[in-house]
């Protein structure tokens, strides 16, 4: 059962450059979510998406983009990344009935130098 | 507005004590609560969930986690506390719409031997 998956784990990047995170999953979930995880301050909501093609902003989205083309994949992608992005990324997808728990990804560390 | 908030930033417990972090939420309707578990380097696992019905709710690894309405609070609780039990712990409560989950701050908890 591979769930939510994530690529890559690690990445280190320098001040301007761009990245994609990858997010699929095989679940079939309508739901999915891009959370970043910063010490102390929980999981802040950066975008979400109810099903393909239909993304939305979360709490803190300045400084990313998403795109929905299919069911399975949620690629998160950063242009012109900066030290404030560094932080732990989580995929998140659910099957959007009311009160579903959410499936998380095991997370990608970035670094931004 | 929703809000969680967990006041315990961090907690140590001897190995065999009883644990209960704490975890309080802001919702104007029905709650969905969660608790999940992060071990270090991995995603969020679900522990448990509230809906409705039964106020005190079983989940994974011998965890429980009680719900009262009166003091808006969703605290989880563990009679015997194992040293695997380490890790940080993120309380949650689902809202209605796509945006369902909003996190507290997460309780990391250490466990001596």
């Known amino acids: 059962n591979a769930g939510v998956t994530q690529t890559p784990k690690f990445r280190i990047l320098k001040i301007g450059q761009s990245m994609t995170l990858q997010c699929t999953q095989d679940m079939n979930h309508n739901y999915m979510y891009w959370y970043r995880q910063d010490p102390g301050m929980g999981l802040k909501l950066i975008y979400y998406?109810?099903?393909?093609?239909?993304?939305d902003k979360g709490e803190v989205p300045n400084g990313y983009n998403v795109s929905r083309s299919t069911t399975e994949d949620f690629p998160l992608r950063l242009e012109l990344a900066a030290p404030s992005q560094t932080s732990v990324y989580f995929c998140?997808?659910?099957?959007?009935?009311?009160?579903?728990?959410?499936?998380f990804g095991q997370g990608t560390r970035l670094t931004v130098v | 507005a929703q809000s969680v908030t967990q006041p315990d930033i961090h907690i140590t417990v001897s190995e065999g004590a009883s644990l209960e972090l704490r975890c309080n939420y802001s919702y104007g309707a029905t709650p969905y609560l969660f608790w999940y578990v992060q071990s270090p380097g991995q995603g969020l696992q679900l522990l448990l969930k509230?809906?409705?019905?039964?106020?005190l709710v079983q989940g994974i690894k011998g965890f429980e986690a009680e719900f009262k309405r009166s003091q808006s609070s969703f605290n989880l609780r563990k009679p015997s506390v194992h040293w695997s039990d380490a890790a940080e712990y993120f309380c949650a409560v689902g809202a209605s719409g796509a945006n369902n989950l909003f996190f507290g701050t997460g309780t990391r908890l250490t466990v001596i031997p």
């Open positions: 998406s109810v099903g393909a093609g239909i993304t």
């Open positions: 998140a997808s659910n099957s959007g009935i009311r009160g579903a728990e959410a499936f």
């Open positions: 509230y809906f409705s019905g039964d106020t």
